[in-house]
């Protein structure tokens, strides 16, 4: 049982360029999210998604894009990298009942110089 | 809006010190949960522990015990004789129950523990 599994673990990118940062869960979870986290800051969601086809904004989803074509997989995109995005990206998923915590993937480290 | 304020940015003990880190919680719900995850230099998130907004009663896990009072919206947790192990960043996180049941972090409190 993987759990939540992220790729890649870390990345650099040039300011414009654009990237997708994976995430695939095997637990039949049907809540998915994504999370950044900047250096002493806690972390602040970006996007959710509470079934296949239905995704939402979080708190901070400027400059990302995401699709949730199956159970799965939930990936999320970056166009036109700046600096701002530079962080810790964690992905998570759930089941619905919220007393069941999330399950975290191991995080992405992706730096936009 | 729910909000988790941790107060605490940074905690430096000695090794054996009882540390005790402060979360204090707003929102609108009657049912809400509660959780305090561990991360540790690795930077993987740990869950330790969840608390539901009904079940006011308090717990002990081995060196580990929480304080949850509704009263004052207040979840604390408490680390007895600690260890150079728990030097990590722990954050204190609110579940809602709205839609896909977000969990809100706080900013974290680093817990250094030296010898």
């Known amino acids: 049982n993987a759990g939540v599994t992220q790729t890649p673990k870390f990345r650099i990118l040039k300011i414009g360029q654009s990237m997708t940062l994976q995430c695939t869960q095997d637990?039949?979870?049907?809540?998915m999210y994504w999370y950044r986290q900047d250096p002493g800051m806690g972390l602040k969601l970006i996007y959710y998604s509470v079934g296949a086809g239905i995704t939402d904004k979080g708190e901070v989803p400027n400059g990302y894009n995401v699709s949730r074509s199956t159970t799965e997989d939930f990936p999320l995109r970056l166009e036109l990298a700046a600096p701002s995005q530079t962080s810790v990206y964690f992905c998570?998923?759930?089941?619905?009942?919220?007393?069941?915590?999330?399950?975290f993937g191991s995080g992405t480290r992706l730096t936009v110089v | 809006a729910q909000k988790v304020t941790q107060a605490q940015t940074e905690i430096s003990v000695v090794e054996k010190e009882d540390v005790t880190l402060d979360c204090v919680y707003e929102?609108?719900?009657?049912?809400?949960?509660l959780f305090w995850y561990k991360q540790p230099p690795s930077g993987e998130l740990v869950f330790l522990i969840r608390r539901n907004s009904f079940d006011e009663q308090n717990e002990i896990s081995g060196r580990y015990s929480w304080n949850f009072q509704k009263s004052t919206s207040s979840f604390n947790f408490t680390i007895t004789a600690s260890q150079v192990v728990d030097s990590a960043v722990y954050f204190c996180a609110l579940r809602d129950t709205g839609t896909a049941s977000k969990l809100t972090f706080g900013t974290g409190t680093r817990l250094q523990v030296t010898l």
């Open positions: 998570a998923s759930s089941y619905s009942q919220g007393q069941v915590g999330y399950t």
């Open positions: 929102t609108r719900d009657t049912t809400y949960y």
């Open positions: 637990m039949n979870h049907n809540y």
